[in-house]
């Protein structure tokens, strides 16, 4: 299902409705940076660190908006490998619709709505913004890799998310 997922993404990206006989980007690079987030998603879905650390830089960053039921604003920070790159629950899926990826030289952005369910039941929507950096070095290879991931949980959101 995450491939399927990534198709729809990429095929958003290429202006048809529905997504159907979409033609996808025609830039690799764009490719590219929808492909790692994608791996950090199956990672996910594998409950593998390692295949999530994958895709990361070191001490990459990680941050959750919520808005709370006083209408407060809880505003979470963690390092990767603090939460993500210890251990994962399986069953955890999560997947972007409508990505907007800005680009410049060796620094990109995905911006997008995603949906997070376990075990088929929803959790939450939101909009996620994934930092990626086009990484050079003995490791990276010119890989592009996530520096951070920042998100909105919004439980009730997803109705109207759904529609973008």
């Known amino acids: 299902m995450p491939a399927l997922l990534l198709a729809a993404a990429i095929a958003s990206l290429g202006g048809a409705s529905l997504g159907l006989a979409a033609t996808p980007p025609a830039d690799p690079e764009d490719k590219a940076v929808l492909a790692v987030a994608q791996a950090f998603f199956d990672g996910m879905a594998a409950a593998s660190p390692e295949a999530m650390r994958a895709t ?31 251990h994962m629950d399986p069953g955890i899926k999560e997947w972007i619709w409508s990505p907007v990826i800005i680009r410049r030289g060796a620094l990109a952005t995905i911006s997008a709505p995603y949906e997070v369910s376990k075990d088929g039941k929803t959790l939450h929507c939101g909009v996620d913004v994934f930092t990626l950096v086009k990484a ?6 010119g890989a592009w890799k996530i520096a951070s991931i920042s998100w909105t949980a919004e439980p009730g959101a997803c109705p109207e998310l759904r529609k973008l």
């Open 56 to 86: 990361v830089l070191p001490n990459a960053q990680f941050m959750g908006v919520r808005t709370q039921a006083d209408g407060t604003i809880k505003v979470s920070r963690v390092a990767f490998e603090d939460s993500f790159g210890k």
């Open 136 to 141: 050079d070095g003995a490791k990276n290879d």
